[in-house]
């Protein structure tokens, strides 16, 4: 008996050590920074005929949804309502696939601007924070300098140009000037943009505000296709790009390690029939350490703020070089926190105390590795000393 518990303690540590690894590569993986997810959705097509574009948006809406961020997150921008529309042989319902075995629309759909809401300007604003008081919250971008924003826009286009419900059109200059004011007046921070339209690519090229990651469906001077058409509807129901896109999201759950560059290695021009293209000068991390779920999923992490009185940390503008402090001006930068008493106290200190400041060796391979050793050479200790007890 008391071999087999000596076995047992054995086992154990030999299972700790195997497992101490990947966990301290896990929790030391370099991450986002951000405490909250937002989701911009436009479809800007009107009329029966452009089925496909309010499928597609509806696409991007059902996956953020499930993926976590909720409705009070996402704004939804509908240029026409096909479910209601009087051609529609499936009232009320929007499918994305000749099967029809998933309803896009449902009974559990916000839409936050609808029909003629859907503009050129609202859009800007919406970007911008530059809404009327009479705007409820309910449309409103309220984000942050903590905020992951993906933006999903699907229509018509041409070079560096969008059309908004066949009536007026939004430039690559347009959304580069919005993208920068957001920037500016600390409205994101990390921003995803993506476009499927044709010579969608040209869309992204005029952007040049920090932390913005784009890809598109198309370069310039191509189109982008529809993937398939449903008899029974009479039109095509979906785009290619989004659908492989859709098709890949569906693989991704709330705790995915799956990485940006996981997404991108999927682009296969001859199934999209088109040349997507990515857009990551402007990204300050790697898209191997990004993962999917940063911008098209919820976050629950929170953020220790300092006191009002410490003034705010400084942001980068977009002319700055994008260049991390040097270990001396973060030690004179110093954070400081009040305890639960009111006593203050060094934040850094206490920071590094945690084993999260700059001088913790937390993190570093080789201290790693002795650590796990370390714990090792205690379980087996315990367990020999367990073993002369028992004698």
Known sequence: MLELR??????LACISWALAEPVAEFFSRPGSSHTNNWAVLVCASRYWFNYRHMANALGMYRTVKRLGIPDSNIILMLADDVACNPRNKFPGCVYANPGRNLDLYG?????????????????????????????????????????????????HGGNEFLKFQDNEEISAFDIADAVAQMWEKKRYNELFFMIDTCQANTMYSRFYSPNVLATGSSVIHENSYSYENDYDIGVAVIDTYTHYILEFMEGINKTSQTTMEDLFNTYDPVKIRSHPGVRSDLFRRSLHDTLVTDFF???????VLPPLNVPPRPRSTSDEEFQAPTPDA?????????????????????????????????????????????STLVVFVLAFWVASRRK
């Not at 000596?6 to 086992?11: A, E, P, R, T, Y």
Request: negative net charge; proline residues 4%; glycine residues 10%.
């Open 107 to 155: 009974d559990n759909i916000e839409v936050d601007y609808r029909g003629n809401e859907v503009t050129v300007e609202n859009f800007l604003r919406v970007l911008t924070g530059r809404v009327e008081p009479s705007v409820p919250r309910s449309k409103r971008l309220l984000t942050d300098d903590r905020s992951n924003v993906f933006i999903f826009m699907t229509g």
């Open 297 to 303: 999923g919820g976050v629950s992490q929170a953020e």
């Open 330 to 374: 973060r030690e004179e930068n110093q954070t400081e926190v009040f305890t639960s008493a009111g006593d203050l106290v060094d934040g850094q200190a206490f920071l590094t105390a945690l084993g999260h400041g700059p001088t913790s060796e937390v993190g570093e391979p080789l201290v790693r590795k002795a650590r796990t050793w370390a």
């Open 6 to 11: 000596v076995i047992l303690l054995l086992w």
